[in-house]
């Protein structure tokens, strides 16, 4: 099992371009977590997915922000316009109903200037 | 949400044993106390979990309170790569939802 596969690994981009990040699930998991990390605010999340729907999008910072999950095992973070504050990393998981845990990817870290 | 409290940093030697706490006093009866770490420069990885009983894997034990309001992680012989922030969160279905919310958690230092 590969588990949770993010990309791109890091990202630089300039202010006002539109970014897209980009998420694999472990094969069989029905539930996708968005979370972002920063110094200040810790581990924030953002959005997850149940069975490739919605279900909590209230961590959602703006507008700006819009997350996808068009199957099962695909999911995006799109960023447009981008922001210097959105400089982060944002973290993908999945999880399956019953289980211990998330199992959590690498990270995207998004650097925007 | 229910929160969780835990101090901000401990620091332990290698090969000894490190009892990392956490508070939950508005724990409800359906939350189950996880526990997970982050690498540097990883994402957040899960340890254990508990909902009354102290449990025991091959990463760490978790002993939970009789009155379930705080919990303590123990590691058993704290090695280097054990250095890492470990968060305890409470994760139950009381809101309808099924998600984590992360605190701050402890740094733990490892001293060789």
């Known amino acids: 099992d590969a588990g949770v596969i993010q990309s791109p690994r890091h990202e630089v981009t300039e202010m006002g371009q539109e970014v897209t990040l980009r998420c694999k699930p472990i094969?069989?998991?029905?539930?996708l977590f968005w979370y972002r990390q920063t110094m200040m605010r810790g581990l924030e999340l953002l959005i997850y997915?149940?069975?490739?729907?919605?279900?909590?999008d209230s961590g959602m910072p703006e507008d700006r922000f819009s997350a996808k999950m068009p199957n099962a095992s695909f999911s995006t973070l799109k960023i447009q316009p981008s922001e210097p504050r959105d400089s982060a990393v944002y973290f993908c998981?999945?999880?399956?109903?019953?289980?211990?845990?998330?199992?959590f990817g690498s990270g995207t870290r998004l650097t925007v200037v | 949400d229910a929160k969780t409290t835990q101090p901000n940093s401990m620091e332990s030697n290698e090969e000894e044993p490190v009892h990392l706490p956490c508070n939950h006093s508005?724990?409800?009866?359906?939350?189950?106390i996880h526990w997970y770490r982050q690498l540097p420069s990883q994402g957040p990885e899960y340890v254990i979990h508990?909902?009354?009983s102290n449990v025991n894997n091959r990463m760490a034990s978790l002993a939970i309170a009789e009155d379930r309001k705080s919990s303590t992680l123990i590691l058993h012989r704290a090695t280097l790569r054990d250095a890492a922030v470990y968060y305890c969160?409470?994760?139950?279905?009381?809101?309808?939802?099924?998600?984590?919310?992360f605190g701050t958690g402890t740094r733990l230092k490892v001293l060789a």
């Open positions: 094969s069989g998991h029905d539930y």
């Open positions: 969160i409470l994760r139950g279905f009381t809101s309808g939802t099924y998600k984590y919310i």
């Open positions: 997915f149940n069975n490739n729907v919605p279900i909590d």
């Open positions: 508005t724990i409800s009866g359906t939350d189950y």
């Open positions: 998981a999945s999880s399956t109903t019953g289980s211990n845990g998330y199992t």
């Open positions: 508990g909902l009354t």
